[in-house]
């Protein structure tokens, strides 16, 4: 399991809008090449988008589903590149009272027939890394949803 965190200067329904909008993950999630669809009930429970994901000329194209969804706090997706692998992935956004902003906290767990790779420490290293950059991302268009500009 590997779990990152962000604090983001937003609140909550902006993170949150930008993970309603299946096509911002062609920009957030490392990785992601092009959203092929997305069904229209996205982001309910049990709705997907199909996507194409790779690095360099391997490229996998597959879905992505909405396992749980609860606006602003909570949004749980299986993420699918098989053969290669499937995840669950947890976004949890956390109110920061009076101070303003949010920290959004990404956990990620391969699970299938891939499950055994979350115990290779060279994977826990290389997705925790690759979330942090996705973190970063995310927090990009969470600034532009809510008017505000990233800073450098």
Not at 90 to 116: H, W
Request: avoid cysteine; glycine fraction near 8%; proline fraction near 7%.
């Amino acid at each position: 399991m590997a779990t990152n965190e962000r604090f983001m200067p937003v609140e909550p329904e902006a993170v949150w809008d930008v993970l309603a909008d299946p096509t911002s993950y062609a920009y957030w999630v490392v990785g992601s090449k092009i959203i092929r669809d997305a069904e229209p009930e996205w982001p309910e429970p049990g709705s997907k988008f199909h996507h194409t994901i790779g690095v360099g000329p391997i490229k996998v194209s597959d879905h992505t589903e909405v396992i749980e969804a609860h606006r602003p706090g909570t949004f749980k997706l299986r993420t699918k590149a098989r053969p290669l692998g499937t995840a669950m992935v947890t976004m949890r956004m956390i109110a920061r009272g009076a101070a303003g902003g949010t920290v959004v906290e990404m956990t990620e767990n391969p699970d299938g027939v891939v499950a055994a790779l979350s115990l290779n420490p060279l994977t826990h290293v290389l997705t925790i890394a690759r979330n942090a950059e996705s973190l970063m991302r995310l927090e990009e268009l969470a600034l532009l949803q809510s008017g505000q500009e990233a800073s450098a």
